[in-house]
């Protein structure tokens, strides 16, 4: 093969997708807002939605030189032996096991792996980890989680850990984010650790432990606020983009 068409594997990723029902059939989904950020960072994502096989994770790996875990249904609480709470949405159990697989083939490999939203909980439920099913009735806050606001509008603030990769990536220890979330990390699973939270105590970010696998996950959704006249949100982007490229 000659070097024109040899993939450009230090700027390719691999993005999880969820599928919902549409008429008489059912289709991929994706919000187009983490492609145009992750283009806007010098990435090209190549979509990985829920799969039959899970054993494909190691394949879709080879391929690419990072992994996306992006926003979507709930994780079924039977993946981390709980039983269903009633406030409980939609579960796909195929893009659950497509995600462990990855997660856990990234882990072995040591892949770089930015997570969003219900990324940060598939993460950490993969790794060993628990949920908070339902922060307005499991917990104690004022905060509205689960805004019905603009998806670009920032609603509470978080604060960030000195010297986390979150930090660093946003160019700040106190933000404002978005926030579109009724679960939460609750007990977090070895190897991680808690590197922002919201005033209330609700679980905003956490990251490995492990030097050899850099791992920036968050439960906002830095996409859709690319736009932003702030630079935190783009930042996320641009240092996994730099971590790729390094």
Known sequence: ???ARKPVRAC????TAGIRPDGDTSRVRLTA???TALENAGLIPLIVPP????DAASAILDSVAGLVLTGGADVDPACYGEKRHEKVRSVNPARDATEAALIKEAKERGTPVLAICRGIQILNVALGGTLVQDIPSQCETKIAHDEESARDSRTHEISVEPGSLIA???GTEHLTVNSFHHQSVKRVADGMRVTARSPDGIIEGIESTDEDWWVMAVQWHPEEMTDSAEPWDRGLFQAFARK???
Do not use: F, I, Q, R
């Open 33 to 35: 807002a983490y492609v």
């Open 244 to 246: 790729l490229e390094g």
């Open 12 to 15: 390719t990723v691999a993005v």
């Open 168 to 170: 660093a990536a946003v």
């Open 51 to 54: 799969l039959s096989n899970a």
């Open 1 to 3: 093969m000659s070097s």
